[in-house]
Each structure stands twice: as structure tokens, then as C-alpha cells.
């Protein structure tokens, strides 16, 4: 977990202030410099001169003041949220979400654009012309840190490359990170959505603890997210997280790596609509499942046979993956979402949950935790504007380090 100490030596202004804001973002209500000395053992000095910094620089406002008992009433700090925004983009066979989030990690704006017989090089002149509206629609577009950019792995993100992209092979061999930072004139970050969805989860997370858990992402494809003591976990090549192969049912549909009962085929829209009956609901080109999946789901909690059915071998398929990963990592909480989740979660949920506590195999000696995502369909764009707010504000060791 992420100590919550500050600091007094010398030095380490960028520190404190990023310890100090991070508190304040995560409380509602604002905190009072009482507080914020008890959570951060920070001389009273140091803790005004970091507070009047963040005043000064818009971070955070006085929002009045609050009396409990005897003595002087508390002037309560609350984060100012127009302060800085990011963009964040999510790269999906079904639609291109573009969103301006502001520091706060709430939407200000939201845009999709539906890919559909264009190339790459159109789609990405789009997304720019998009976000660059979204930016000139700021009173102060320069309060605009950056641009994160969520993809389907794998990637190499030391390079900013798309290399083959399941869905999308006309994103293979792009350069995204820095077409998109070209177009937009923004510094630019790419990562795998998966990655990009945990941070969203840990960036917006009410007590700034998730714990040692993963951010199971239902969406074209499945994927898993992981923070280890609050920590995203991106792997050697930043590519973690990849669990299409993980057999979950041995009976279960053919995957193309020769093996039956893959999570990835098992829980794919296709697969779902055509166990349901609904094969012919997806849109012409089987990009854009969404209003089948709406439909899917209720049918399902009406009880029609064929959808209840479908939904509820997914949850059961499901269930049986978080506890194999459960087993494997000994986490703590497991945070269900993406774009395919939101739309069946009404069923999937419950669903889950049942399926859960009846799989066998369990070693773990503690129950994993469910939650639902708090950021809905848009998690990935959320989580990869999350990447730019995180990459500035968060407080880490290395800030620390004093230079000459």
C-alpha cells in the first residue's frame, strides 16, 4: 500500500504536494489541515506552505469552514477539478471512445466514433480532429496535460507500437503513441487496456485501497488487470494480463489454439448470442454487438430459456477463471467492468456471485471480494486519461530523490 507519510526534510516539495492532493481528491467532503497533519505526520509549517502552494496554483480552494465542539472552527480544503484534465482514448473493434476527464476523474466530455469501413490512417485522423475539439472547448485549453491511449495487447509501449492487435488488424505496425501525440500536440501515453482500466479503478477508488486485486475486463475480448499493494502490475514488456487460453470449461467451444473451453471463445458476444439463439442480432460486420447484448440480457432476466441459460454458463465459466487467478495471485478483491460487463452485469452479477461460491478447486484461504466497476462502459478511456492525472499527481519514492 502506497504510504500515506509525508515528509519534512529538504527537498521534496513534489512529494508532499502530491501526497496532499491525492488526500484532499479522495475526500468528498475536503479535509481540514488537522487532519491532513494526523494522516501525514507533517510539521504544521511544511503542511501550510504545501497547502498555500496548491491554493495558489488552483489546485485545491478553502470551502468553508466546519465546527465540531470546542474551539476553532476547521477551514475545510476541497479539490478544484477544472484544475488539469486529460484525454484519454480507447482503441475497440466496436467504437472509439474519446473522453476529456477532468481531475476529479469525471467525464467533462464523451465522444464515439464507429470505425466501420475506414483505415486506420482515416480512423486516426478522426480520433485527432475529436479530441482536439474536446480540448478547444476548455476556457483554458492549456490546463490539458496529455492524451492516454488504451489498446488491445499485445504492444510495445517502449515504442508506442500497435503489433497485432486482436479484431483490429488494420492498427498492426501503427505508431499510435506518437501519431496521436503529432496530431494533438500533447504529450501521449500508450497502454493496454486492461492496465489502463486498473488504473481508472485505482485512480477513482474512494479510500485509495484496492488492495492486492485485479479488474476482471469483459469486452470484445477478456482480460485482467492486477495491482499488487495498490500498484498497477504491467509485466517485463507491459503486457500482463492476457487470459484468453485459461481453460475454463473442457466441453466448451473450439478456440483457434486447438484447445476446447478457452475463457477468451467461451465468453465472446458470438459465442453468448449463438448459445442464446441470437445469432443473427449482431450488426452486419460482428463489430458491434451492443444492442444484441442489451437484448440478450433481457431476455435473460424475463427467464427466457435459451438467454438464461447462456448467461448463466458464462457466469459460471467466469467464476471458475477468478478462482484459478485467485488461487494463482492470493488477492484480496476482484472488480468486474468493461464495455460487455456493463451491458450484462444486471444478470452477470448476481450470477457470478452464486457461481462463485459454488466452484470447486478453492485454495484460497480468504473469499475474494466483487465489485462492480465504478466507471462503467468507458472504463478504458477513463483508465488511460487515468494514466496521464496518475503519472502527474501520484506521490511516489522516486520523488523523493533530492538533485543538485
Known amino acids: 500500500m502506497l504510504s500515506t507519510r509525508g515528509s519534512n526534510l529538504l527537498g521534496v516539495g513534489t512529494y508532499n504536494q502530491a501526497l496532499i492532493l491525492d488526500l484532499i481528491r479522495r475526500s468528498p467532503e475536503g479535509m481540514s489541515r488537522v487532519e491532513l497533519a494526523e494522516k501525514t505526520g507533517l510539521s504544521p509549517q511544511t503542511l501550510t506552505n504545501v497547502t498555500r502552494r496548491l491554493v495558489a496554483e488552483g489546485f485545491i480552494t478553502e470551502a468553508g469552514k466546519v465546527g465540531s465542539g470546542p474551539g476553532k472552527p476547521r477551514t475545510m480544503l476541497a479539490l478544484e477539478p477544472s484544475a488539469r484534465y486529460a484525454l484519454g482514448v480507447h482503441l475497440d473493434p466496436a467504437v472509439t471512445t474519446i473522453v476529456l476527464l477532468d481531475l476529479a476523474g469525471r467525464i467533462a466530455q464523451h465522444r464515439e466514433i464507429h470505425p466501420t469501413g475506414v483505415s486506420s490512417a482515416q480512423q486516426l485522423a478522426a480520433i485527432g480532429e475529436v479530441a482536439n475539439t474536446l480540448v478547444s472547448s476548455l476556457p483554458d485549453p492549456g490546463r490539458v496535460l496529455g492524451v492516454g491511449i488504451a489498446a488491445p495487447g499485445p504492444l510495445d509501449t517502449s515504442a508506442g507500437l500497435?503489433?497485432?492487435p486482436p479484431l483490429l488488424p488494420e492498427w498492426s505496425g501503427t505508431r499510435l503513441r506518437d501519431e496521436l501525440g503529432r496530431l494533438t500536440r500533447l504529450p501521449a501515453l500508450l497502454e493496454k487496456d486492461v492496465i489502463a482500466a486498473m488504473v481508472g479503478e485505482l485512480?477513482?477508488?474512494?479510500n485509495g485501497e484496492l488492495g492486492d486485486a485485479l479488474f476482471f475486463y469483459y469486452g470484445a475480448g477478456a482480460g485482467v488487470g492486477l495491482s499488487l499493494a495498490n500498484t498497477p502490475l504491467r509485466g517485463a514488456t507491459s503486457n500482463a494480463g492476457d487470459i484468453a487460453h485459461l481453460i475454463v470449461d473442457p466441453d466448451g467451444p473450439p478456440c483457434e489454439c486447438g484447445?476446447?473451453?478457452?475463457?477468451?471463445?467461451?465468453?465472446?458476444?458470438?459465442t453468448l448470442l449463438s448459445d442464446a439463439g441470437l445469432d443473427s442480432a449482431p450488426d452486419p460486420d460482428g463489430r458491434d454487438p451492443r444492442t444484441a447484448l442489451d437484448a440478450l440480457c433481457l431476455r435473460a432476466l424475463e427467464g427466457e430459456p435459451l438467454p438464461a441459460a447462456a448467461l448463466t454458463r458464462a457466469a459460471e465459466r467466469l467464476a471458475r477463471a477468478l478462482v484459478q487467478l485467485d488461487n494463482l495471485l492470493d488477492l484480496t478483491d476482484a472488480v468486474l467492468g468493461g464495455p460487455v460487463w456493463a451491458r450484462l452485469s444486471p444478470f452477470l452479477r448476481p450470477a457470478v456471485a452464486t457461481a462463485l461460491a459454488h466452484t470447486g478447486g478453492v485454495t484460497a484461504v480468504r473469499p475474494l471480494v466483487l465489485h462492480e466497476s465504478l466507471l462503467g462502459t468507458d472504463v478504458a478511456a477513463v483508465g488511460a486519461a487515468c494514466l496521464v492525472l496518475d503519472g502527474a499527481f501520484t506521490a511516489r519514492p522516486s520523488h523523493l530523490l533530492i538533485t543538485d
Open 162 to 164: 500497435l503489433l497485432n
Open 259 to 270: 484447445a476446447r473451453g478457452c475463457l477468451g471463445v467461451s465468453l465472446e458476444p458470438a
Open 203 to 206: 485512480w477513482v477508488a474512494p
